[in-house]
């Protein structure tokens, strides 16, 4: 009687081999070693004739679609009689439940949030009033897996050793999402043009984004940031990998690896050398921490890692950044890979600024403190909130503590020096002076501006000197895209004062203010438009120079978007859903959009709404179906040409 042997034969790619790992052959019931793959039978039913087989994938598998193959093999001459292809396809990704992965997160709360919550917030505007921007994430929805492992095929190639790891994987996905390097997901523009495309401040989540790739295979436009982020998360999430979004407001861009950003300045006429600045501050920038241990490092700097897709500079020739530890970024352990300096640049350079005097010598200014606050994620749910809610939104996790020791303690200024010493060629300018100065200012903050009304802008000067202290003074106010770049064109306002304080026995204290009108800022206003105070200030009889700035955001009253449906659905049964937007402005709004979209519940779908009246209501009904049971949530978008970035959202509990 001949007698056969059972074999399962898995392979990936186009010329699977056993030597690299990309075709296995198991035997049914070898021995189970940990770490290598297994196939054994558990269960056998109808006298063993059907049988229930368990395969042991390697916490390193390689990640992707893998064949599999059934083959009948004699045992008397090992030869093959019979294969059967199976003719689905085997998704093999990482897994964080896995102690041998090293993307392995043991905490189940954690794991929840990181890698299935499928919704989530993004949070944008300045660090003195922060706004959370509903995400669909969507990670489980049609296409989207597919999409991911599309990317991983353009980015590796033949090259399958590399997606072993999710040390490479998550390099490869920060180059990826953008179109720079191998026709990526998205093309980034922050020029305010979006004619032949889609304005970054209309998407609501990354499902379409990934959707229209998949199909076309070309570049979706446009994205900034906080979309190149969000893909980021669905693409990591979706691939198995630990991942949220992660806000940093005043977020610097060292263009030259200095790790400090300079700014220039000419006395004469008290205006910024624009042409001169290649470093910059933006206003708020999103990237992504992902959650793995980096074996490749010392021990210790596992853990969160920070990626960016958000194409900056280029690494090793590729627009990409990360993984860096978060532990490396804090404790200023620049030469750890990868593109550490420049991520500690982001949260915790030194801003210098240069002031060009008459006699053409420059005179600098050190700002300690100015780059890297309240570095923002939305915090997971059943995990408490750390020194109590947060004024703005009580899902805004404040994690600056794991980038950066608390600004201007002497663990920060070592953490400072230490990178300094690593990245600073000797030939750079001593600017760490420890001279002591008479006069202080103090630009007085401002949160924002409600759209419509006048605003001040206050410089406060105190002096203590002994003698009279002569100050020359400009004061300005400038247009600026979130990425710290002045818009074209002239300032709003500039003037320029002199004040003279004489000695007194206290400290004497005077304010100088600057008024601006809607009159003269309303027609600098443009799509995520933020304005800058700026103020430069010179004492004449000791040189001291003092350069401040102060950035806010225009708010209009009243811009939300209402969702109104009902607490709880069933799968299957239809639901309508209403959402309204009240125009809050005294002109009529056009071409108006509504997007609406949630995992489980609704696919990106947008419906045109054309003009809406002056302080007049838009509103638009849908029908839809659940699809899936459990806490969903339905996320609806408003944009016009007048108004962007307006989001909503309502948590609907589905049945079975």
Request: aromatic residues 8%; contains cysteine.
């Amino acid at each position: 009687m001949v007698k056969y042997d059972v074999k399962l034969l898995f392979e990936i790619g186009g010329f699977p081999k056993p030597t690299k790992g990309t075709s296995v052959s198991l035997s049914l019931n070898d021995k189970q070693v940990p770490g290598r793959w297994w196939a054994g039978v558990k269960e056998k039913k109808e006298g063993g004739m059907v049988c229930t087989i368990g395969v042991m994938t390697p916490p390193d598998c390689i990640v992707g679609k893998w064949k599999l193959k059934l083959l009948l093999v004699s045992k008397a001459d090992k030869q093959t009689v019979s294969t059967y292809v199976y003719p689905d396809l085997f998704y093999i990704i990482f897994n964080p439940w896995c102690k041998e992965d090293l993307v392995y997160m043991e905490d189940e709360l954690l794991r929840n949030e990181y890698v299935l919550n499928d919704t989530g917030k993004i949070y944008c505007g300045t660090s003195k009033d922060i706004r959370a921007k509903v995400w669909n994430f969507g990670q489980f929805e049609d296409n989207v897996l597919d999409c991911c492992m599309l990317l991983l095929n353009k980015g590796f190639k033949t090259k399958y050793a590399g997606r072993k790891s999710p040390i490479s994987v998550s390099r490869k996905i920060s180059a990826l999402v953008n179109e720079q390097n191998d026709a990526g997901v998205l093309v980034g523009n922050w020029s305010g043009d979006y004619d032949d495309g889609t304005s970054p401040t209309k998407w609501v989540g990354s499902v379409r984004i990934l959707e229209q790739y998949y199909k076309t295979k070309k570049a979706v436009k446009y994205g900034q940031c906080w979309v190149f982020s969000g893909v980021v998360t669905t693409v990591c999430r979706a691939l198995g990998i630990p991942c949220r979004s992660v806000t940093n407001f005043k977020s610097a861009h060292d263009s030259d690896g200095s790790i400090t950003i300079d700014k220039h300045w000419d006395y004469n006429t008290g205006k910024s050398l624009d042409e001169m600045d290649e470093d910059s501050i933006w206003n708020f920038h999103v990237w992504n921490d992902v959650w793995m241990a980096r074996p490749d490092l010392p021990s210790g700097f596992g853990g969160w890692q920070a990626i960016d897709a958000t194409p900056q500079e280029t690494s090793d020739g590729v627009y990409c950044a990360g993984p860096a530890s978060l532990l490396a970024i804090r404790v200023g352990n620049v030469t750890l890979p990868y593109d550490t300096p420049f991520i500690y640049a982001e949260v915790n350079a030194d801003r210098i600024h240069w002031t060009k005097m008459p006699d053409g010598t420059w005179l600098s200014t050190l700002d300690k403190e100015y780059v890297g606050k309240k570095i923002s994620t939305k915090r997971p749910k059943g995990i408490p909130q750390q020194g109590g809610l947060s004024r703005v939104d009580e899902d805004r996790q404040d994690i600056t503590n794991t980038y950066k020791f608390e600004e201007g303690t002497s663990s920060e200024r070592a953490s400072v020096m230490i990178a300094h010493q690593a990245t600073t060629p000797s030939s750079m300018p001593d600017v760490y002076d420890t001279s002591v100065h008479d006069v202080k200012f103090e630009l007085v903050d401002k949160e924002f501006v409600t759209i419509g009304k006048p605003f001040d802008i206050e410089l406060r000067v105190t002096s203590s000197a002994a003698a009279p202290r002569t100050i020359d003074v400009t004061i300005g106010v400038t247009s600026m895209y979130y990425t710290g770049v002045p818009r074209p064109g002239p300032k709003i306002k500039t003037e320029k004062y002199k004040v003279v304080l004489e000695p007194q026995g206290a400290e004497q204290v005077k304010s100088i203010v600057l008024t601006v009108t809607p009159e003269e800022y309303l027609a600098h206003m443009k799509d995520q438009t933020t304005f800058k105070a700026g103020c430069l200030a010179l004492v004449e009889e000791t040189n001291q120079c003092s350069v401040l700035d102060d950035d806010f955001s225009l708010r209009i009253p009243g811009l939300d978007i209402h969702v109104e449906a009902p607490e709880t659905a069933q799968v299957g049964k239809e639901l309508k859903v209403d959402i309204s937007f009240t125009n809050p402005l005294n002109k009529p709004l056009t071409k108006c959009e509504f997007t609406v979209e949630g995992p489980g519940l609704q696919k990106p779908h947008i419906i045109s709404h054309g003009t809406v009246a002056p302080r007049g209501k838009a509103s638009v009904s849908i029908s839809l179906k659940p699809l899936k049971p459990g806490s969903r949530e339905l996320l609806a978008g408003f944009d016009c040409k007048e108004l962007q970035d307006v989001d909503g959202s309502r948590t609907i509990e589905v049945s079975k």
